[in-house]
């Protein structure tokens, strides 16, 4: 079982964004950027294209409502998407806040914040996950 299915299982915690009966979203632990969110299916699944058509369909509707309500908590320009899967034996889609391209460099280092502010977020997000 991969990390990310303890995670969508609650076995282990996450800041969690969003969750449907297929998918979860829960803040990334070493964030590009305040509000940097991880989307996954709840099955577990190595690689996004190994997902059948109707749930990869599923997951980027799932991941857009994330994504607008990620948009509404956190300032930014647009919200990023990338599917990069070498990290996490487990289908995932980053959504990043952004205001310019150079925001998405996976390259960069981490943010380290506090997890009052973490949780805080999460919650903010939550909420307005579920107002859509």
Known sequence: MSIFSKIAAGEIPSYKCAESEKFYAFLDINPLAKG???????????????????????MHVFAK???????????????????????????HIHLIPIREEGDMDFRKPKLQ????????????????????
């Open 36 to 58: 940097h969110t991880l989307v996954i299916p709840r099955e577990e699944v190595d690689y996004i294209f190994d997902l059948d058509d109707a749930t990869l369909a599923e």
């Open 65 to 91: 409502h994330v994504a607008t309500a990620l948009r509404s908590v956190v300032p930014c320009t647009k919200v990023g998407m990338a599917v990069i899967g070498l990290e996490v034996p487990h289908a």
């Open 113 to 132: 914040l506090p997890a009052e502010e973490m949780q805080a977020l999460a919650e903010q997000i939550y909420a307005a996950f579920q107002q859509q």
